[in-house]
Nanobody, 122 residues
Framework: QVQLVESGGGWAQAGGSLRLSCAAS????????MGWFRQAPGKEREFVAA????????VYADSVKGRFTASRDNAKNTVYLQMSSLKPEDTAVYYC???????????????WGQGTQVSVSS
């Protein structure tokens, strides 16, 4: 069992930056791949980024490639999403998730956090 808690959301102006954190409980955190997803009002949840258990492999949605960076610190049981050059269309609730592989679909993940709101003003 893994429990995930996101933090770091808030308001930013277009072009600004935010860093999201996802703290995990449990001693097996380092064995899980981690993903980031987001859901805007009235839209389906969409993939943002994923990182393998070691951090050696990352995958990004085309919409965030070059602007967002996923990383992790297994010693701290924490995964991060550095978001730069933010756009109003990045506004959404952001979720972290843990699974057995760094996949791009929600069904690849078994455990989910409660989400953190990111709002970007133009």
């Amino acid at each position: 069992q893994v429990q995930l808690v996101e933090s770091g959301g808030g308001w930013a102006q277009a072009g600004g930056s935010l860093r999201l954190s996802c703290a995990a409980s449990g001693r097996t955190f380092s064995s899980y791949a981690m993903g980031w997803f987001r859901q805007a009002p009235g839209k389906e949840r969409e993939f943002v980024a994923a990182i393998s258990w070691s951090g050696a492999r990352t995958v990004y949605a085309d919409s965030v490639k070059g602007r967002f960076t996923a990383s992790r610190d297994n010693a701290k049981n924490t995964v991060y999403l550095q978001m730069s050059s933010l756009k109003p269309e990045d506004t959404a609730v952001y979720y972290c998730a843990a699974g057995s592989a760094a996949g791009i679909t929600a069904t690849d993940y078994d455990y989910w956090g409660q989400g953190t709101q990111v709002s970007v003003s133009s």
